[in-house]
């Protein structure tokens, strides 16, 4: 079987992570397996391009330039092609998946997608279409996250922000929604199938593109994650008081961090500490440690092992991977109501909560927030965990799929 994958990064953000992770999981099991990414920091090549086998950059550092110029008045990517792909597929010998991942942000043009997918089974019908929707992209007219926003039900006609990813100056969803959607009804009739990790973004595009169009497929960690796993020592002495994280790309968004509430654990003061991981922290105090943006898998891994619980607030996330990593490693996560956290925890038996009650957990100790979220001790809540949220099982259900296509 020849698989390759397409994201529009290598290995910034969860879409990147599980992308990368089914193609190294794919090449250790034999499989052919290539990584075509669309550009790493600043339109060059990824820094980690280097550390991963079988990887190509794809797009031209105007290319996205333009797109980022553009975006924010025509509200779609103007430019980006697969063109410069189409010897290596249709040259490629036997069956052939083709597997989408994020195709937005600035890389891709939508309707030059699909004329390349309508070339390439013309002349190779032994190609097969996988996409996977890690957001709510294929159903707005123009936002990867909703943020609360149901306006793509009734056709985006007014957006509430134009600060919601991907942003603008000039609010056009509404133009671009119905030539987007048949963009994937064309993609559809190609027999693309369409997988989301996420329940409620699956329900999103089944009730515009038909019941069943798209299927679930949970993420699960990676390889790197599960060989830090081994290694790590269990770490659940009793302290003064509870070490609680808060974990973001960019701490100062509102819509991933939820400012008021972290505020709130601040005010706390010396009945909790307060660790951050990510880039921009607005927090500080006597009780606030700023780790900054941590790339090393197995430095991060090893700091959340010390916490107590790791408290999540996003509103724009749909199925987070930092929330399986910290689980696998048996730190109970305090996560605010949403969907998304909720599709999470329930597989492992847990709960979300009111900020009211975020409050109250945060100064408990990890015994007891284990017990509070989950219902069960710790050491049955680390074991449901760890099986709960296998990168093992996600290949195998992938390579399902794709065997059943």
């Not at 010897?87 to 309707?111: I, K, Q």
């Not at 199925?319 to 996560?335: D, K, Q, R, T």
């Not at 409050?359 to 965990?385: D, E, H, P, Y």
């Amino acid at each position: 079987m020849n698989i390759l994958q397409l994201n529009v990064r290598l290995a910034e953000g969860g879409a990147a992570g599980v992308a990368l992770d089914l193609h190294l999981r794919a090449l250790e099991h034999g499989l052919s397996s290539r990584f075509i990414y669309g550009y790493g920091k600043s339109g060059k090549k990824s820094l980690s391009h280097h550390h991963y086998p079988q990887v190509f950059k794809h797009t031209p550092r105007l290319t996205s330039a333009l797109n980022i110029a553009l975006f924010r008045f025509a509200n779609r990517d103007l430019f980006g092609n697969l063109d410069n792909l189409y010897r290596t597929v249709t040259r490629t010998a036997g069956p052939l998946v083709l597997h989408f991942h994020v195709l937005h942000s600035y890389w891709l043009n939508l309707e030059e997608v699909v004329t390349f997918c309508q070339k390439v089974q013309a002349h190779k019908p032994d190609v097969t279409f996988v996409w996977t929707l890690h957001d709510h992209w294929s159903v707005t007219g123009r936002c990867a996250f909703t943020d609360g926003c149901e306006g793509w039900k009734t056709g985006c006609r007014k957006c509430p922000t134009l600060s919601n990813y991907p942003p603008v100056k000039v609010d056009k969803a509404h133009q671009q929604l119905p030539g987007k959607r048949q963009m994937f009804r064309a993609m559809l009739a190609l027999g693309c199938q369409f997988i989301s990790p996420s329940q409620h973004v699956a329900d999103a595009f089944n009730s515009l593109y038909g019941a069943g169009r798209c299927a679930i497929i949970n993420n699960g960690i990676d390889v790197a994650t599960e060989a830090i796993l081994s290694d790590l020592p269990l770490n659940d002495e009793p302290r003064s008081r509870p070490k609680i994280a808060i974990v973001a790309h960019d701490l100062r968004y509102d819509g991933k961090t939820n400012q008021q509430l972290v505020r709130q654990m601040i005010a706390l003061g010396d009945k909790i500490e307060l660790h951050t991981f990510g880039k921009f922290s607005p927090f500080s105090g006597a009780n606030v440690v700023n780790h900054g943006f941590e790339t090393d898998k197995r430095i991060l891994m090893s700091a959340l092992n010390l916490m107590d619980g790791l408290v999540f607030s996003s509103r724009v996330d749909n199925y987070p991977l930092i929330l399986c990593e910290a689980l696998s490693i048996g730190v109970p996560v305090i996560a605010t109501h949403s969907e998304a956290a909720q599709e999470v925890l329930a597989k492992s038996g847990g709960k979300t909560f009111s900020e009211e009650d975020v409050l109250q957990l945060v100064q408990c100790n990890k015994t007891a927030i284990a017990q509070a979220v989950f219902g069960t001790s710790l050491a049955a809540f680390r074991q449901r965990s760890r099986s709960a949220y296998s990168g093992q099982q996600m290949l195998e259900d992938y390579v399902s799929f794709y065997q059943n296509l």
